[in-house]
């Protein structure tokens, strides 16, 4: 008699839960520590103070600055602790490295009226003193206050005239284009001390350690920051990370490859040909999602459209016919664009695909379905419409103090008005309503793992993952709102969409014939938990530099490497798939 193994275990549904509960409980237990390290660890946005005590950066203006930056929406130009385009440059490392040449520019001057000294001694003493000056931490928690020194004190000030220079003056070598995007000094002066606060956390070092908030994220030798040995060491265990999970997946792979091909074509449907496709008769259901297809297919040319005009902006050819594009259309707006509508019309496409497979799962659909779906695709038009103007009235300054409820975020990747991110929900909202109505009559706890109750199960956890984006506001540390920012999109991104996708092309090919509605459940299953055992623990991967703890980045070497399995696996799956017609055949 043969043994039974850990495939014949995980491959019985009776036994899913409970690798499933373990590895959704660690992952988001682990998720819960990153947020709860975020909230207690993050760098505290104080008062800039000068030897004398008298504010030269208040915390209101590093708020109002961090407000002017997601207004213009510069971070569809250049990013902030790494996150964003890179058109421009990341101001936080910019910040940094102009703080530490204006303040050696400073004690040089100092110096000069002391003939006697040599050169480099004066020279290497300063770039010393410099150094010291910005990983020193003299925050006081009491007064909420940092003290500058005399040499940051200036830097602070300089860094004012560099970006009034970057912002108004189109000669200038960094110059922002086009010209006077940014006008009103107040404006500008806020925006520095927001940038001159980015600076000093990538350059200060956390309370009772030896590198900064970001792990001495830039390299930067001119203000001392050089990779940590947290950095170093967990990089190398991340590679090894790697190597054994993958190992260990293609292990188990190879034993469920021994599965003759017949447990996968055993009791499938008949193989679909080109006859059966053409007396395929849509349902009236089915023929409302083609509307989707449509909006897809328009929103993608659009999206292309709007890549072309970035990508000429990137390269600076942006001059037609003597018509310079980057005034009316300036690559903050192209850019916001060509990223949203890329979400817009794959979310389309997955939302008629589910609308399409609904009537096949369950053929008796209740009544109002079909105003429901036709009601939610206006939702849809107005969503597109209302952002798309939103995203280029927000940038260009027309929305006015409405910017961050009709115009634009400021968030990259979550652009939209606050407005707009609500009919987003709506419309989610009522994705789970139309499929649920559909799909209720053939769902059964009895069997938890069929092919309906996955569609429903992806689809609520993708609604209740997008409210994560109502957790914070533009006056929300910009450390923590980048966690939530980053909770709505790699979730979605590398979580449950990704398991949302392989639901809906399993039944795909379970209505093709090319598989068993038992074996595609079986290869959803095993991508659920590996997906979910990466992807939830994986965000960690875009929490590097942006002032988290060394336990997240622990977590991100380790499991953003691993992200990588379950595309690997796929992919075998998807070759041993590609070879079952002819197993069929024979």
Known sequence: MRKSTFMDYLLNPKNWWLPLVIIFTISITGVFMMGLHTYTEAPPVPDFVNAKGEVIFSKDDIQQGQMVFQKYALMEYGSMFGDGAYRGPDYSAEALHYTAVFMTDFYLRNYTGNSSADSKVIELGVSQQVKEEIKANTYNKETNTTRLSDGQNNAALELIN????????????????PSGYIRDP??????????FWGGWVCGVERPE?????????PYDAVAGNTPSAAVIIWSIIGSFGLIIGLGIVLYYHGRLEKLDDSAFTNQAAPLMTTSGV?????TAIQRATYKFFYAALVLFVVQVLAGILTVHDFVGFVNFWGFNISEPLPITVTRSWHVQLSLLWISACWIGASFFVMPMLSPEQPTSQLR????????????VGGSVAGLYIGPKGLSGDAWYWIGHQGWEYLEPGKLWQ????????????????GLKTVMTLKKPWALPNWLVYAT????????SGLMFTPKTNFVVADFWRWMVI???????????TTILIGYFMVLMGLVSERAATRVIYLACLLFLGSGLLGISHNFYWNAKPVFTMALGSVFSTLQVVPLILLTLEAWRFSKLPSQLEN
């Open 162 to 177: 560099y970006y009034s220079e970057v912002f108004t003056n189109p000669e200038h070598e960094q110059a922002v284009l």
């Open 186 to 195: 107040d404006e500008i002066r806020t925006l520095s001390a927001f940038f």
């Open 209 to 217: 350690k030896s590198y900064s908030y970001t792990h001495n994220w």
């Open 278 to 282: 053409s007396n395929f008769k849509p």
């Open 372 to 383: 429901l779906i036709n009601f939610m695709f206006a939702l849809i038009i107005l969503l």
């Open 422 to 437: 609500g009919l987003l929900y709506l419309i989610f909202g009522l994705w789970v309503l139309i499929l649920y109505r």
């Open 460 to 467: 609520v956890s993708i609604l209740l993952l997008l409210y």
């Open 490 to 500: 790699h979730m979605w991104a590398e979580a449950f969409f990704e398991v949302f």
